[in-house]
């Protein structure tokens, strides 16, 4: 990552102002941006647009499509409200930094960017960027990260609906995640010490690796390739595993396991293993406690 000139170095200063017409500070280099409010009668977009090497601290943004093809910028202390649409989009380069952002549809097709200390309530956040690193922050957003990679994430409160899909190489740590329909036709995820509550897991992903983690909700993990499970805990986890590839270790209870295609899932107790109903073979083998090995071996229908 390029990072924008330090402060105080050969770098232009605009402070104390207000700005509302279109293109207001359009294509500004090594400039440091202060204490400046955007917003106004003439409501003007793109404010910051096509800007190089900029340092915005403790400014306050009301106005549309601010920060469009940035390159080199940093954002902190300061807030983009509900009125900042799109606020961050086709930027690379880009810290932000204990920062508020309300606006809807922020950070797309970005590169290169660090977010950390931040508070984010913004449906359809972060889609189709490419290396976004994102710690210590609260996140709210309906579909998040839709369609990208090259993703971590570490101390995050997240809540949302149908998150991580479509997304490539993603790594979650010590974070909580409140959301159903998560990684959906995801690749190459890893999840460390984390809570995962919500329905329907991460259905159709390939090379799901979820470790220490505590699994919470319905139907979980199903029609998964290359799934492995180490030491984690499932609740209220039932009908999981269908049609799943799967190498599992879960410390103690499963509601129900239905139909795994294949591999092993290891458990302490599991309440049903229902096998009728299978459209695909299944030659999965379910160890329970120190019993002896459940072998599948079902027929097609």
């Known amino acids: ?47 910051l647009k096509e800007t190089r090497d900029i340092l915005v601290d403790n400014c306050t943004f009301s106005l549309r499509y601010p920060i469009w093809h940035a390159k080199g910028y940093r954002i902190t202390a300061s807030n983009l409200d509900e009125k900042t649409r799109a ?61 990208s990679k090259n993703i971590t994430l570490n ?8 998150s991580f899909q479509y997304v490539e190489n993603l790594e979650i740590s010590n974070s909580n995640l409140d959301t159903k329909d998560a990684f959906w036709h995801s690749k190459n995820v890893t999840v460390k010490d984390s809570v995962i509550k919500g329905e329907y897991l991460a259905w159709f992903s390939e090379g799901l690796t979820l470790i220490r983690c505590k699994i919470i909700g319905t139907q979980p993990l199903c029609y998964c390739k290359d799934l492995k499970l180490i030491d984690c805990e499932m609740i209220d986890c039932d009908l999981s595993f269908e ?36 459209v695909y073979e299944s030659k999965a083998q379910i160890i329970v406690g120190k019993a002896p090995p459940i072998v599948l071996q079902n027929r097609i229908l």
């Open 87 to 147: 606020p961050i989009w086709y930027s690379t380069d880009g810290v932000i930094k204990d920062t508020k952002i309300t606006g809807v549809k922020a950070l797309r097709e970005c590169a290169d960017t660090v977010i950390d200390g931040c508070e984010i309530e913004s449906p359809e956040f972060g889609w189709k960027t490419d290396r976004t690193n994102l710690t210590n922050s609260k996140l709210t957003s309906e579909y998040v990260f839709f369609d």
């Open 155 to 162: 101390n995050v409160e997240f809540k949302g609906k149908y």
């Open 243 to 278: 049609y799943s590839d799967v190498d599992a270790t879960v410390n103690g209870d499963v509601e129900s396991i239905k139909n795994p295609k294949s591999g092993i899932i290891r458990v302490g107790e599991v309440g049903a293993v229902i096998t009728e109903e299978s």
């Open 1 to 47: 990552m390029t990072l924008i000139k330090k402060e105080g170095t050969d770098m232009k200063t605009i402070e104390n102002q207000t700005f509302d017409t279109e293109r207001a500070l359009y294509n500004i280099k090594d400039t440091q941006v202060r204490n400046c409010i955007f917003a106004g009668p003439a409501d003007g977009e793109s404010v």
